[in-house]
C-alpha cells in the first residue's frame, strides 16, 4: 500500500514559478516510476511530467518541457516538480501518481494505481 500526498500548491502570477511536493509512504516507492498529472475543471486529467525508479530517466508533455523539471530523492520518499515560467494554462489540481507496473515512459492515467488528493495551482495573467 503506498500513500500519497502533494503539497507546495498556491496562487501565482504568469512568469512565477512553484514547487510541488510528493510524499509517499511505503517501502515499494523506490521501486516504480513516479508521474505528476494535472487536470482542470471541465477537462480531462493530462499527463505532466514522469521520472523513472531511480531518476535517471525522464520525460514530459510537449506543453511543459523546458519549464518544468522533475525529481526525486528516494532516501525521504519524496517527487517533486519544479514549475517555472508559469502561464495561466497550467492552472490546474495537480495529482502525483505511483506507475502501476516495473518499467518507465508510461503517460496514460490507467497505467498509474496510486494517486494523491491533488494539491491546487493557479496561474494569474
Known amino acids: 500500500q503506498v500513500q500519497l500526498v502533494e503539497s507546495g500548491g498556491g496562487l501565482v502570477q504568469a512568469g512565477g514559478s512553484l514547487r510541488l511536493s510528493c510524499a509517499a509512504s511505503g517501502r515499494t516507492f523506490s521501486s516504480y516510476a513516479m508521474g505528476w498529472f494535472r487536470q482542470a475543471p471541465g477537462k480531462e486529467r493530462e499527463f505532466v511530467a514522469g521520472i523513472s525508479w531511480g531518476g535517471g530517466m525522464t520525460w514530459y508533455a510537449d506543453s511543459v518541457k523546458g519549464r518544468f523539471t522533475i525529481s526525486r530523492d528516494n532516501a525521504k520518499n519524496t517527487v517533486y516538480l519544479q514549475m517555472n515560467s508559469l502561464k495561466p494554462e497550467d492552472t490546474a489540481v495537480y495529482y502525483c501518481?505511483?506507475?502501476?507496473?516495473?518499467?518507465?515512459?508510461?503517460?496514460?492515467?490507467?497505467?498509474?494505481?496510486?494517486w494523491g488528493q491533488g494539491t491546487q495551482v493557479t496561474v494569474s495573467s
Open positions: 501518481a505511483k506507475d502501476q507496473a516495473v518499467g518507465a515512459g508510461r503517460r496514460r492515467p490507467n497505467e498509474y494505481d496510486y
